[in-house]
């Protein structure tokens, strides 16, 4: 039977720039994840319940999709994006320790080291984060160029496995890179989560490929996906969000938010059922 639930904000986006501040601290409300570090005075009607332990990281996953499903146009998730999503990046951003991201994806895609609109600069000091989220690159095969940007912030790591090849581990090494192993012979969730956590980041945003967020459902540690909705069809032979060669698991969801905006996207927020 259909009702409605309170918790589901159908709602449009403030008729405004995505990067006008009162934008942003309206989709800061939306997207709080009730953490003293991730809220905004007065957010409290889409917010949701943290970790008991507040140890354990909590980790959401930020994604963009066409309609038909596919992650890609002509091989980049940003050809999918809008102003309206660009805002809603630099929110998550903006509530993150860290962002975690396939080495792959983040060369594709042209990472640079992560930065935070000064709309938040007051609030991240106020909770005692640095001024901007570190990097966490994830390779098994660190074919990672050596003069990739990112590498040069001290804040950067590699987080690969032991069986990675020695001689990109040390091409890597000899530019300064800090590599960690975080598996054997994959790179394991279990391993970044419980990294992540000695680092004291509290607060982890994955931002794909598919590889990843596939390998982190299998071990049911997404706690949240954000999850934008292009506007096109695509066709071609795009892959969709998450993939994993193991057993497929069932993980339930609940929407939190939707949102839509003047450019025909649908902004989702799903996370974990209590």
Known sequence: MFHLQKAIHVTPAPEAEPDDPQVLRWLAEQYSTGSPATSVAGSTSASTSRSQDDDVPYIRFNMVASVDGAVTHNGRSGDLGGPGDRAIFQVLRAHADIVVVGARTATTEGYGTPTVSPVFAEDRDRAGRAPAPA????????D???DFAPLDDPGTAILTCRSAPAERRDALAAVGARIVDCGDDSVEPDAVRDWCAAQGHRDVLGEGGPTLLGSFIVADLVDELCLTTSPHLVAGDAGRI????GPAPLRSLRPS?????DHDFLYQRWTRRP
């Open 135 to 142: 990097l966490a690159l994830l390779s098994r095969s660190l």
């Open 242 to 245: 998450a993939h994993d060669p």
């Open 144 to 146: 990672i160029p050596d």
């Open 257 to 261: 938010v939707l949102i839509t905006d």
